[in-house]
């Protein structure tokens, strides 16, 4: 069983940043592969940035690529997302979510092949 648990969300101007991190409790952290989705309200839930289990190889949306930075603690069990030129569409609920390796690419944003989820921490950006 794994547990995640998200914080460093808020609100920001148009063209600041944020980091967000995700404390995981539970066996085998760095045996999961781990993502970053969003949601904004009326939205579905989608793929922001992906991490292989030992780092190495990341995948980003089209959206955020550039601008946003997926990393990883394996020593203390903690997921990062540095956003930087925030933009209003990128107001949202941010979740970590985390999976054992499978057939599925490390780019696949199906939120269905997720096992484990954050409660999410929310990102506004606004003027």
């Known amino acids: 069983q794994v547990q995640l648990v998200e914080s460093g969300g808020g609100s920001v101007q148009p063209g600041g940043s944020l980091t967000l991190s995700c404390a995981v409790s539970?066996?085998?952290?760095?045996?999961?592969?781990m993502a970053w989705f969003r949601q904004a309200p009326g939205k579905e839930r989608e793929g922001v940035a992906s991490?292989?289990?030992?780092?190495?190889?990341?995948v980003y949306a089209d959206s955020v690529k550039g601008r946003f930075t997926i990393s990883r603690d394996n020593t203390k069990n903690r997921l990062f997302l540095q956003m930087n030129t925030l933009r209003p569409e990128d107001t949202a609920m941010y979740y970590c979510?985390?999976?054992?390796?499978?057939?599925?690419?490390?780019?696949?944003?199906?939120?269905?092949?997720?096992?484990?989820w954050g409660q999410g921490t929310q990102v506004t950006v606004s003027s």
């Open positions: 539970g066996q085998s952290y760095s045996k999961h592969l």
């Open positions: 991490i292989s289990t030992g780092g190495g190889n990341t």
């Open positions: 979510a985390a999976r054992l390796p499978s057939r599925a690419l490390l780019g696949e944003f199906r939120p269905e092949i997720y096992e484990y």
